[in-house]
């Protein structure tokens, strides 16, 4: 898909991509993270709103008429995912962004560090090779109960990023940690329209075209499980069809990445499918793919007491089915 001409404005230097979708009872949090940067540079905030049921497109009304030189929304009056958009952001927001950068953040997460935007900008500002950067995030629960007792923290350290690591990672990288060059952004390959979860072409796409730099700084909250979001949408998928369809996206994706890059990270590309494979497999309760050889590195990835519950279960049935019941009976409450 072509993105418009929408040459870059000098007094904008990055542009803020949310997407919203009844997020009205976390909407006020991203704002907020927004508005408090502390930046020596103009940016703007490119809202896109999927046809909310709820107060969404009013708070962003309210935001608009409160800023109406920062806030650009598109409020849309018919569902755009439910007509087969999958990735709003690239068909909406990239060919708004005025721009050079482009920093992402889906309106139930939201900012934390008010110099985040000027840090991963200066960075870029002095890295012209650089076509990405990340950083570490908190996760909170959707009511904030183990907020900043858990992170999604890919590396122990700030440093450059290889594109093999982009490709195949132990871990998820948080959306709203995303900045990316827009140059690249209106030039995006079929791959990422047709996958279903935009971050992991953009991710691969990024690092195939440039550098990618990692913060090890926690700058934004990424808030599990909350409504409307597709990560709980399909762990709410007791029969396990969203994630074999989500097995043959990501199929689909690495195999036309490794045909665009002329097998350039194919190693990368089979160990990314393989380890998808296997976490996938794990969702769908098949536990015997923890004692394969094959799958030996990507079981020493989990986090020990995940992997010492899931061993537990697979040797030792009938005492996980003791524990199990010992434990909602005397810790859980009704």
Not at 159 to 171: L, Q
Request: proline share 4%; with cysteine.
């Amino acid at each position: 898909m072509a993105f418009e001409d929408n040459s870059f404005k000098d007094d904008i230097l990055v542009s803020v991509s949310c997407i919203t979708y009844n997020h009205g009872k976390y909407l006020r949090d991203a704002i907020k993270g927004f508005l408090m940067q502390d930046c020596d540079f103009k940016y703007e905030i490119l809202i896109h709103d999927d046809a909310s049921t709820d107060d969404t497109p009013d708070i962003i009304r309210e935001l608009e008429r409160e800023y109406p030189d920062i806030v650009r929304p598109l409020i849309q009056t018919e569902n755009q995912y439910r007509k087969g958009i999958k990735n709003i952001s690239g068909v909406w927001n990239f060919p708004r962004a005025r721009g050079k950068y482009i920093a992402m953040c889906e309106g139930d997460d939201f900012w934390t560090d008010p110099r985040k935007l000027k840090l991963q900008a200066d960075y870029m500002e002095s890295h012209p090779e650089c076509a990405m950067t990340l950083h570490s995030a908190v996760i909170s629960s959707e009511d904030g109960a183990y907020r900043g007792k858990k992170m999604i923290r890919p590396y122990r350290e700030s440093r450059p990023v290889k594109a093999e690591e982009v490709i195949s990672k132990r871990s998820n990288y948080p959306t709203a940690s995303l900045m990316f060059r827009t140059e690249y952004a209106r030039s995006l390959p079929d791959y990422y329209y047709k996958c279903p979860v935009g971050d992991i072409p953009l991710q691969i796409y990024m690092a195939s075209r440039g550098t990618v730099y990692y913060f090890d700084r926690p700058m934004s909250v990424y808030r599990a499980g909350a409504e409307g979001s597709w990560s709980s949408a399909i762990d709410s998928d007791t029969e396990g069809t969203k994630w074999k369809e989500h097995r043959e996206a990501m199929r689909e994706l690495f195999e036309a990445f490794d045909l665009e890059t002329e097998g350039r990270y194919h190693a990368a590309v089979a160990e990314a499918l393989e380890r998808e494979s296997f976490l996938i497999d794990l969702k769908l309760g098949k536990l015997s793919v923890l004692s394969e050889k094959k799958n030996r590195k990507f079981s020493s990835e989990l986090p020990f007491a995940d992997r010492s519950l899931l061993l537990l279960k697979l040797k030792f049935p009938g005492m996980w089915e003791l524990l199990r019941r010992l434990y909602y009976k005397f810790f859980t409450f009704s």
